[in-house]
């Protein structure tokens, strides 16, 4: 089974597209959205995060208290470092674990920072999602109403769209501009190719 990177910048349509990989009956999982939930339900994980930023990072309900972490490491590269150090293992081990239990011939990986996290490393593919940050900045406002700033502000603490272009295998062109559909189309019939020559 081939495991499949999905990553993009903020806003870029890398949901979108794995909505289309969905429907083709490829499963997918967000690193994203397992981190949020490893975080707060991972024991191991929840021990190293309060080692790092004291035991009130979680409230007397062991919820994450995700306003007060995001303003530390958003501030703070080398805090920001040190959580991603400890996020990043337990989302690979439960990754690993999930890919385990799919039968298709290739999986894919959505994850937003996959370039940024080093994990793009255990990937056999990687596929981009591109979007102009003109138009990602409108989609991302019109989505959650966040400023032009804050989405700037955003975009700049991830790595440049031309680097991860240059180290992907699939470019998908989310601008508006070319259908979405047969762009998924050919990248599915591809990897179901390369998953068989494997
Ligand atoms: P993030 O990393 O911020 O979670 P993302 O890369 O997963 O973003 P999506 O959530 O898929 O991006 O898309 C961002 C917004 O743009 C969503 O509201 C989505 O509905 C919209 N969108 C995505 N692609 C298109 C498109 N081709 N045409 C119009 N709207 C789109």
Not at 44 to 66: A, P, Q, T
Not at 115 to 138: L, N, P, Q, T
Request: charged fraction near 30%.
């Amino acid at each position: 089974m081939l495991s499949v990177g999905i990553t993009g910048g903020i806003g870029s349509g890398k949901t979108t597209v794995c909505k289309l990989f969905a429907l083709l009956r490829v499963p997918v999982y967000n690193a994203d959205e397992a981190a949020k939930i490893l975080m707060q339900q991972d024991k191991m994980l929840i021990k190293k995060i309060k080692k790092l930023f004291g035991n009130d990072i979680y409230s007397e309900d062991n919820s994450l208290n995700r306003r007060q972490l995001a303003a530390i490491v958003f501030s703070d590269k080398s805090a920001l470092e040190a959580l991603e150090k400890v996020v990043h293992p337990a989302v690979m081990k439960h990754s690993e674990k999930w890919v385990k239990n799919q039968k298709t011939p290739y999986v894919l990986k959505e994850s937003a920072l996959l370039f940024e996290s080093g994990s793009f490393k255990e990937m056999d593919k990687i596929i981009m999602v591109y979007a102009s940050e003109y138009v990602r900045i409108k989609r991302v406002q019109k989505r959650d109403g966040s400023t032009t700033e804050e989405i700037k502000a955003r975009i700049a603490k991830q790595l440049p769209d031309a680097y991860k272009i240059s180290r992907s295998d699939f470019l998908v062109n989310n601008d508006g501009r070319l259908l979405l559909i047969p762009q998924v189309l050919d990248i599915h019939k591809q990897l179901l190719i390369d998953a068989e020559n494997r």
